[in-house]
């Protein structure tokens, strides 16, 4: 029987749909063992309390968490730590598919029919012999049984099925946590209507403002086409009590809430994989970690979802392909495989190295040119090309790179010499590419997020760090040296907007934490409207003047360049192949822009940075708001940055 969750009422956007959650087990990833709270994950005080080999924010932490059941043959592993946590307090039955209500899934995780998932089946094996020592030993016992291997790997596959890694407030992965059925019933999708938070802190007591619980499970049988319960399960009163009772524990919690308008009865679904990857990668990700394929109405669509035709277009010329050609799938696969190697090794290799000049140039380079001439293992390969559309999933991972690649190179010319001339002009060119990379990253996936709303959640990151680079670049104190620029704080320091309202919407959802749709669209349209019409084109060809791939881009906000071939549901690869051919996106010489002559892109460039980020940064804040909570970290900090008058004053 396979369980799912449904809600129990009409739920509008930006609603929790939990209290907040107690994990039945977690654990720190190893590298975090020395700076974190084995037991809630917060940041640990100057003086922790130590107990060998873990530490703890507080006493209540050290005293609620039994981790005297350590073991060395499982300290390598979070996961592994995880399992024989949960094996302390519920012992699975070997003839059950479940542990704690939880699916194990272990027979599909240790079958295997390839190498890769020989791979994953070999993991798990060496991970269930390391656990059953580790058991075995604690309970005073000489070998491990055949009954403790499989009560090991029961538990070891239900972690692997059911945990979510629990991140800190930027983003960083601590440690994972395994919830109880209200949490891990909940199913996946690739238009999923809901997400989730953590709340690390060492209190227990729950908060009087918290959610009820506002789903109950139902369950089907087999697949879920062939469902027998379309109502919720008459097990409701009874899961809601006991739910209530194990949420009084310790550990990271977790509260899910509502992203999109939900109706009483329909299915509650959450993203278990990057929804900015393309179906391929989304569906090979789903299959490695849970061994599903997704039925979900945006993987079953045909002809694709326009956001899944975005996301992994691109154009193949220099060929001369017809619609029955069997070379065009051969070339295109290759061609994709090829683009996806090159990209990611490069970003490898500056994540591993950390040298980022070569890592921008090699990315542009295959931005503004493609790939050329690498079919080698294609007989009859003529000269083509392979371009990456700009909506590409690696034209936005190669943006986000990108983004951060030009900040550090700022960063480390400053911090070596910052004394000289030439040096700060470079390191200030680099902080308005990276700024212009960010706002990009924005504009492109908010493109995508008009089609598929569930991308919120990355497009609050998105703006909130276009809003950051952006007031920053405003802000830098190279301004007055380059362009004699004489900026008042007064002409600056007001946030407030006379053409539209986002920020009156952003401050009265931040102070009642209450949002329609209706309000949000608006909220929305309007912004849009602002920064289109006005700000963006003003500062653009100043941000891109220090960069040939972003100066080949005309206007970030006009969707023209952005629109995929695919514009329609006429993805008939054959007649798209004789579109592409033709097409090579933006990056032709005429769409060039005009560059901006610096010296008359000073005080006025200067203000209209700063406008723009502000109203990038409250549109952050907002989107994050309605993910996340009016008091979530990144609607906070938003907040806080819009509040300080010295963060608005140049
Ligand atoms: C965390 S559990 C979700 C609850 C699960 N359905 C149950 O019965 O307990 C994860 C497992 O649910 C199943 N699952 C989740 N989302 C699915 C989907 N979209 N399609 C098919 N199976 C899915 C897979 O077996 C996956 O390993």
Not at 27 to 42: A, E, G, Q, R, Y
Not at 604 to 632: D, K, M, P, Q, W
């Amino acid at each position: 029987m396979e369980m799912e969750m449904r809600s129990m009422e009409d739920t509008e956007i930006a609603t929790d749909m939990t209290p907040s959650l107690v994990p039945l087990t977690f654990s720190l990833h190893h590298s975090n063992l020395h700076t974190h709270c084995s037991s809630c994950f917060s940041l640990l005080p100057l003086s922790p309390i130590p107990i060998t080999p873990f530490l703890y924010c507080s006493p209540p932490c050290s005293a609620a968490h039994p981790f005297l059941l350590h073991h060395p043959a499982v300290s390598h592993s979070s996961d592994l730590r995880a399992a024989l946590l949960l094996l302390s307090h519920h012992r699975p039955s070997v003839t059950s598919s479940r542990v704690a209500g939880l699916l194990s899934n272990r027979h599909k995780l240790t079958c295997h029919n390839n190498s890769d998932e020989d791979e994953v089946s070999e993991r798990i094996s060496s991970g269930v012999r390391a656990l059953a020592t580790a058991i075995t030993e604690l309970r005073g016992e000489l070998e491990p049984d055949d009954a403790v291997l499989e009560e090991a790997e029961c538990a070891l596959c239900a972690v692997l099925t059911n945990a979510v890694e629990v991140q800190d407030k930027e983003g960083r992965a601590l440690g994972i946590a395994v919830y109880g059925p209200a949490f891990s019933w909940i199913n996946h999708s690739c238009s999923p209507n809901a997400c989730y938070r953590f709340i690390l802190s060492p209190s227990s007591s729950s908060s009087s403002q918290e959610s009820k619980l506002r789903i109950a499970p139902s369950s089907f049988r087999g697949s879920p086409d062939s469902r027998i319960d379309s109502g919720l399960c008459t097990i409701t009163n009874h899961f809601q009590k006991e739910e209530e009772e194990q949420n009084q524990g310790y550990g990271p919690r977790l509260i899910v809430r509502s992203i999109k308008r939900i109706k009483k009865g329909q299915e509650i679904t959450i993203a278990y994989t990057d929804l900015l990857q393309s179906k391929a990668m989304r569906q090979l990700d789903l299959w490695s970690k849970y061994r599903f394929i997704c039925c979900c109405m945006r993987c079953s669509v045909v002809p694709f979802t326009y956001v899944d035709h975005a996301l992994q277009e691109i154009s193949v010329s220099g060929c001369d392909f017809t619609s029955s050609s069997s070379s065009y799938n051969l070339v295109r696969d290759t061609a994709e495989r090829r683009l996806n190697d090159s990209v990611d090794d490069i970003i490898s290799e500056y994540l591993m190295a950390g040298d980022p000049e070569p890592c921008c140039e090699k990315l542009e380079k295959i931005l503004m040119q493609g790939l050329c001439d690498e079919l080698d293992n294609v007989e009859e390969t003529p000269h083509y090309k392979f371009m990456l559309h700009p909506l590409h999933y690696l034209s936005l991972n190669a943006y986000t790179t990108l983004a951060s690649a030009y900040k550090v190179r700022a960063s480390d010319i400053l911090s070596t010499t910052s004394t000289i001339y030439q040096n700060q002009l470079e390191a200030f060119d680099m902080s308005r590419t990276s700024a212009a990379y960010s706002l990009l990253l924005a504009t492109t996936a908010h493109h995508l997020f008009n089609s598929e709303s569930s991308l919120i959640a990355s497009l609050a990151n998105f703006w909130t760090g276009a809003g950051e680079s952006l007031l920053y670049l405003a802000r830098s104190s190279e301004w007055s040296k380059f362009f004699k620029s004489s900026l008042v704080a007064s002409s600056v320091s007001k946030v407030k907007c006379s053409k539209c309202s986002l920020m009156d919407t952003f401050r009265a959802y931040i102070c009642n934490g209450k949002i329609r749709n209706d309000d949000f669209e608006n909220a929305s349209n309007e912004f849009l409207d602002c920064i289109s019409h006005d700000s963006t084109q003003k500062v653009w060809s100043f941000l891109v003047n220090g960069c040939r791939f972003l100066r080949s881009i005309k206007d970030p906000m006009d969707s023209g360049w952005l629109v995929s071939t695919s514009n329609s549901r006429a993805t008939d690869p054959g007649a798209l192949a004789k579109k592409k051919s033709e097409v090579c996106y933006l990056h032709e010489s005429g769409n060039s822009i005009q560059t901006c002559e610096e010296q008359t892109c000073n005080e006025n460039a200067r203000v209209h940075i700063f406008e723009l980020g502000v109203h990038c940064l409250a549109y952050g804040g907002l989107l994050a708001a309605i993910c996340y909570g009016h008091h979530s970290h990144l609607a906070s900090y938003v907040e806080q940055i819009l509040d300080d008058k010295n963060n608005l004053i140049l």
